[in-house]
């Protein structure tokens, strides 16, 4: 074990024992409080509580923290209790009321199940909880910690159980490194791309459409618009073909691919009017169309690979309450590839891709993790193209000295993957890109290519995605950039402002010049102040540059131009700064106006 997994394993201890506190310090101001369970996650714990007659709120939260540290300058020691008799014990949890660690032992009796007891200094015993552990020794070690907020969730994730009460919370070894979270999270809410979706008239959800399913507004779709261009424009230079497909399927296409009987639960049929009609299915992927289009002539050696690509729009269903904004939907366009080779080309292949994806992040200024996840638990396919098809996605990234980490039962139900996680400008982590490798499709639908020595024999297929989906990935953009989007895909670029209304039939002349070269430029002729509109422009409205006209710019042909976030930046000759705003626009924010 690494440094850093030392230092993961260490704070999951932190958190996980702060959990405890927390239910402690629950039941010490709500006796009735009943114990569901309180996992540490990925940035800190929360616990589900069921309160009898109380619904808490945010700022009950204060009060619950005041409680912990009581107990945490208690200096209480957490145990470890093996629990001797365990009927015993489950029925002392059903007169306590405690019926969600009655439910937990009763599945986990045959574990050897423990309790973790906290003890004040005299020993006595004032809380316990039923967890596995590990924990801390004691209390003292508890230094920094923060309750969030509280949501509601069902007992088990499950609509038909109980709601229960969520607190979320977080804890870090030290005070700075919970304010820098502290901080992260007040410029997270800033960016959140719902609030700026509205604020910049971007996108919407509406309840008569359903949830999940996105209306794109002019502003946003021109953002699509231009990395859609950047995508099919790289594509072709790196030898891929661009194909489009149908929506909907017959059933029996789903029943090859393994869909049916893997996925049937995230799936949209389209009703039938009669018995007799065939069944279809609002498709989920597009894989099986991409091997339909392979499968429409015979192919040799010689034509491998081919490396075919759609922004192919899927549905897949969710629950409502896991979804939300742009990130989390129900309806959505995936930039999807598939590549179809021979085992010989694979591991080059998969390079390729790899590069092609760290190409598009530079451009995004956003670094990025790389998983490997492996054989889920529901899987198709043989045990030995399984362990074929990890090795395989692990000799290419080890070729080329990748740092990874295993992320064992994530793969997709068909073939292992890579998940690459991008790194925004907050440093939050977003799963985006990803690469599968599929021995098990090529199989279930038969397809060959005649080799060299004139033996027919199955291509590996690669499944693959650089953005992931459209919504998520724009969703992230706009949180990434905080809703001001680089000057190549700003839906304005650029708003011509005049200092007095008698500037106005220059400022005029300009909007044209500009908008004839095809930038996007919005005249700004508001009976407002000058300052007003340039802080309007730049700081509301997120536009790159604000071009000023008054007498003296007008005499002499120039602008005096004010960059979003820079400031003044310099007086241009008009077609000086035209020339420079083309070459920002056309080197994607490699050289920008300056």
Known sequence: MDEKDIKAQELHTLRHSCSHIMAQAVQNLYPNAKLAIGPA????????FDIEGVTLKEEDLETIEKEMKKLVEMDLRFEKYQIP??????????AQGEIYKAELLEEHKNDSPTLYL?????????FNDLCSGPHLENTRKIKAFKLLSVAGAYWRGSEKNKMLQRIYATAFASKDELKEYLTMLEEAKKRD?????????????????????????????????????????????????????????????????????????????????NEEDEQFIIKPMNCPFHILIYQAQRRSYRDLPIRMAELGTVYRREKSGALGGLTRVQGFTQDDSHIFCTPEQLVGEINEIIDFISDAMDIFKMEFEVELSTRPESYVGSLENWERAEAGLKEAMDKRGMKYEINEGDGAFYGPKIDFKFKDAIERTWQCATIQLDFNLPERFNLKYQDKDGELKTPVMLHRVVFGSMERFHGILIEHYAGAFPAWLAPVQAAVV????????????????????????????????????????????????VLVLGDREIEENT????????????????????????????????????
């Open 559 to 594: 602008l005096a131009v004010r960059a979003r976030g820079r400031g003044p930046i310099g007086t241009f000759k008009t077609d000086d700064f035209i020339n420079k705003l083309e070459e920002e626009i056309k080197t994607k924010g490699k050289n920008i106006v300056e």
């Open 118 to 126: 906290t003890k004040d200094k005299d020993g006595n015993v004032l």
């Open 41 to 48: 996650i990925e940035n800190g714990f929360y616990y589900d």
């Open 498 to 545: 005049p200092i007095a209304d008698r500037h106005i039939e220059a400022c005029e002349t300009v909007f044209k010049k500009l908008k004839d070269k095809g930038i996007r430029v919005t005249l700004d002729d508001r009976s407002e102040s000058m300052n007003y509109k340039i802080r309007d422009n730049l700081q509301n409205k997120k536009i790159p540059y």
């Open 85 to 94: 008799d365990v009927q015993k014990q489950i029925d002392e949890f059903k």
């Open 193 to 273: 791309h719902r609030k700026l979706g509205k604020e910049l008239d971007l996108f919407s959800v509406h309840d008569e459409i359903g949830a999940g399913l996105v209306l794109w507004h002019p502003s946003l779709a021109l953002v699509r618009e231009n990395i859609e261009n950047y995508w099919r424009e790289e594509h072709r230079k790196r030898g891929y073909v661009i194909v489009n497909t149908p929506h909907i399927a017959k059933t029996k296409l789903w029943e090859v691919s393994g869909h049916i009987d893997h996925y049937r639960e995230n799936m949209f049929f389209v009703q039938k009017e």
